[in-house]
């Protein structure tokens, strides 16, 4: 607990928060549509749910990038230069999103599909929720871009306070619109929008008044130069998010395949909800990595301490603090999961939904351990630049995971499942440890190269 620990804390803190409310309000969404009683609803939902969370994150290297060059420029001081990191993030996310929208809309049963068998039952709530959530793929990319810009410039306060006015205002909306207005599951994917809508003003609000944003800059095409290094690395991290995708939409495939009554996607569903619930906090401090390590990478002289601060030695010392960190807590939060599941279960009214989530909840709390290391070690790889290392270890996992499903579920259900996303993390483990110790920037001969050279 000494000063480093004491600046991971003060940062990771509302980030943290900023991460649980999301989470949150969506264990909200779940409980008042598992309040229908109708396990085929909470399967459409979390089908469509999928979807619109794979279609994001073929863009997810956006606010992820966009949090390393903010960061980079804000250590140095170049107030222009951060303004036109955001700005460009911007621009780049209003023009894919003019893609992913009419397509989300138009194709919904199509993108369906790769979750849902053709015919299957949950389609007729999956494809309803879908169409209303396309909308809310301009929003959500403002948003994540105005939350790494702020974490960009060490202002970890500011999105917390964001997040949790839209998504109350949300949490109010779900039961107004599910039951009172007997929407259904139509109202939960309005409720969220509205969230999305309120979410994204906000932040353009806020950014421009704060100076980091520029109109001018925001609807002029950026120069290829000072947009280079967001696409470099958005290229490189896109082979990760594809393999990411790829996993995750195999899970939810064989996961809706198991049966058709709905209880496995329903019981996957309450798995996930508990993954997430743990998770939160490990994501959180994966971000906070992505920040601190390049603003430690920067040497300067700082005008407080009247002393150089900074640099590759300094930037080790805290990502070796962050893995420790991700360890403790990774422990710590997959054994309050565990305490926890009772509650988690209650969630639902359906016996045999919560007796087929029973194991796969624990995996999921047991695999929080390791969650702990890999989030924050990616996270420190995504600090680095070392994007295109960190995509190829996810596509390595993501073929170790695609064998997993094959081999486990077929034998033994919904559990396999779980133990091909064990495979998955166990092997993005070992890319964390191939870049820390034997060929990042930031593993000792790495380290002991740079200085020689100086």
């Known amino acids: 607990m000494d000063k480093l620990d004491r600046e991971l804390i003060k940062i990771s ?42 279609a994001f994150w073929f863009v997810s290297f956006l606010p992820s990038v966009t949090a390393t060059l903010v960061a980079k420029q804000h250590a140095k001081g170049d107030k222009e230069a951060t303004q ?34 053709k015919g299957a039952p949950a389609m007729k709530y999956a494809k309803p929720y879908l169409l209303i959530r396309a909308f809310a793929f301009l929003p959500s990319l403002i948003s994540l871009v105005g939350f790494s810009a702020f974490r960009g410039i060490l202002d970890t306060k500011t999105p917390v306070k964001i997040s949790a006015f839209a998504n109350i205002f949300n949490a109010v909306l779900d039961p107004l619109l599910i039951f009172s207005l007997a929407m259904g599951v139509p109202g939960a994917a309005l409720a969220t929008l509205a969230a999305e809508v309120i979410s994204a003003v906000v932040y353009l609000v806020l950014l421009r008044k704060r100076q980091l944003i520029s109109w001018v800059k925001l609807f002029r095409p950026p120069t290829w130069a000072s947009l280079k290094p967001l696409l470099q690395g958005g290229l490189a991290l896109q082979l990760r998010n594809l393999s990411l995708n790829l996993t995750f939409l195999a899970v939810a495939r064989v996961t809706q395949s198991i049966d058709q009554s709905g209880v496995a996607a329903a019981a996957h569903a309450m798995a996930i909800q508990t993954f997430q619930i743990g998770g939160i906090v490990l994501l959180a401090v994966s971000t906070v990595a992505q920040i601190m390590v390049p603003n430690a990478m920067v040497e300067r002289y700082d005008e407080t301490s009247k002393q150089t601060v900074g640099g590759l030695r300094s930037a080790k010392a805290t990502s070796n603090r962050l893995m420790s960190w991700g360890f403790v807590l990774g422990c710590a939060l997959g054994s309050l999961q565990i305490l926890l599941l009772p509650v988690i279960f209650k969630t639902t009214p359906l016996q045999e939904v919560r007796d087929a989530a029973k194991l796969p909840a624990i995996i999921a709390s047991i695999l929080q351990i390791i969650n702990g290391l890999v989030f924050i070690g990616e996270g420190i790889m995504v600090g680095t630049g070392s994007f295109l290392q960190l995509s190829v270890s996810t596509v390595v996992a993501t073929a170790g995971c695609l ?40 593993s000792w001969r790495k380290i002991e190269q740079a200085y020689a050279s100086n």
Do not use: K
Not at 403 to 429: K, Q
């Open 13 to 54: 803190l509302p980030v943290i928060g900023n991460f649980a409310i999301g989470p949150l309000i969506g264990a909200v969404d779940l409980f008042w549509v598992n309040r229908m009683g109708d396990a085929l609803a909470v399967a459409g939902q979390s089908a469509a749910n999928q979807v619109f969370s794979s």
């Open 403 to 442: 064998w997993a499903l094959w081999f486990f579920p077929p034998r033994i259900g919904l559990t396999g499942v779980w133990l091909g996303f064990g495979v998955f993390n166990m092997l993005r483990l070992v890319g964390v440890y191939i870049h820390q110790r034997i060929n990042g920037p930031l």
């Open 84 to 117: 036109d990191a955001i700005c460009q993030a911007l621009f780049v996310g209003f023009f894919i999103a003019m893609i992913g929208t009419p397509a989300m809309f138009f194709f919904s049963e199509g993108l369906l599909s790769s979750v849902l068998q």
